[in-house]
């Protein structure tokens, strides 16, 4: 099986309640006719809260959701990880959410899972992980933070829906502070079948993606075809 990446900037359960074009999205992409989709909200600090969202959000749906909850010492991880067909990651502290993965063996699992096809996908720092670098507010201004480097580039999430975004992320493009990338707004997801972004899709009718690098200490930024799941 091809492995898959679904990364979003914004928009699915935790953000879009009413609006179920990228959870379905998320769903449609295993192959299985009841997926198993495990939520993993490291970065949450494990909210109950938005544990409470997954399971409301996605018991609507042909699938089997569950959990997995790192800071109550789970037992049987690999086994949960391993027995899924696709893998959520929460959004939250991008930060301290790779250090805890790293800690509790989760990382190597999640790139086990990758490679045997599970799907994985995620929102905001559960977008930003899979790339070389996130641009991100772990630290607690806007600034580079080094990923898991299993996609290209770098990533913003949130492009347009926090009014200190898109400046952060320019300024450091121009200064050499990050790699070039992808920008994502709200509600728009980047799907890649192994390491190659294959779609651009959308919850929300007039959202964009871009690709943008410096060259010659100026912004070269490229709207990107996204389409809308509406």
Known sequence: MTPQIIALGGGGF???????????????????????????????GDSDRLIAQFYTAFNR????????????????????????DVIYVSGGNTRNMLAIWEAAGVT???????ERGIVLCGVSAGAICWFEQGHTDSRGDLSKLD?????????????????????????????????????LDDGVAAHFEGTIRT???????????????????????TELNVAYLG
């Open 14 to 44: 935790s953000m879009e309640p009413d609006n179920p074009l990228l959870d379905q999205y998320v769903l449609d992409a295993s192959d299985a006719n009841c997926p198993r989709i495990t939520l993993l909200p490291t970065a949450s």
């Open 61 to 84: 749906y042909s699938c089997r959701p569950r959990h997995l909850s790192l800071f109550r010492q789970p037992t049987d991880m690999e086994a949960q990880l391993f027995d899924s």
């Open 108 to 114: 190597s699992m999640l790139r086990q899972a990758w």
């Open 147 to 183: 990923c898991l480097g299993w996609l290209e580039g770098s990533c913003s999430p949130h492009y347009d829906g926090e009014v200190h975004r898109r400046p952060s992320y320019e300024n450091l493009l121009q200064t050499g502070g990050i790699e070039p990338g992808i920008a």
């Open 199 to 221: 779609r651009l899709v959308s919850s929300r009718p007039k959202a964009q993606a871009f690709s943008i690098r410096a060259e010659n200490d100026a912004l070269q930024q």
